[in-house]
């Protein structure tokens, strides 16, 4: 996630400083070749997250439910529902991608066709890249999080029971 987050902020500096204040590319040629490349760049990053991000999105889920409420932000139920319907839009993708790979393979219409592909991958790649952090942040709350099996604060003080009213009376 590191990596897509580097791509994400090298192009929004590539971005500001080749558009106008409108956010037009000054050449729309070189721009467009640009964000193909951040495409094509931040899936290759995914890919080694993608055989697990599924795994890593149920660790997440089962630690959150367990955390206790004031350890909890807010915001993870819904980021977890974005990682979720991310990567179901990113597996529908591959899977379309590889029904056409070896159909075009070698055919002058591959290189625009899996351009295609990375452009339609990217807003899902940015999703992960933007909100996977709450992944890292759940597992650190859960690693940090009083165990429920830990022993709580004992009631006895350490130095024995408080001395009572009639311990300390003399006998008469």
Not at 68 to 73: A, F, G, L, R
Not at 109 to 131: C, I, K, M, Q, R
Not at 158 to 167: D, V
């Given at each position: ?105 070698g055919t002058p219409d591959f290189d625009g066709a899996l351009a295609d592909h990375h452009a ?53």
């Amino acid at each position: 996630m590191s990596d897509s987050k580097k791509i994400l902020d090298a192009w929004d500096v590539y971005s500001d400083e080749h558009t106008d204040i409108d956010g037009w590319p000054y050449d729309d040629h070189a721009y467009g070749l640009r964000a193909s490349q951040r495409d094509a760049d931040t899936l290759a990053a995914f890919e080694p997250l993608r055989a697990g991000a599924r795994h890593l999105l149920a660790t997440a889920e089962a630690q959150l439910v367990r955390l206790p409420t004031n350890t909890v932000q807010s915001r993870w139920v819904y980021q977890l529902g974005v990682l979720r319907s991310a990567l179901d839009q990113l597996d529908e993708l591959h899977a379309q991608w590889l029904e056409i790979h070896d159909v075009l393979r070698g055919t002058p219409d591959f290189d625009g066709a899996l351009a295609d592909h990375h452009a339609e991958s990217w807003s899902y790649l940015e999703t992960w890249a933007t909100h996977g952090v709450a992944l890292r942040e759940i597992n650190t709350a859960a690693r940090t999080a009083p165990s429920s099996l830990a022993p709580g604060p004992t009631t006895t003080p350490a130095h024995g029971p408080a001395p009572t009213a009639r311990a300390g009376r003399a006998r008469g």
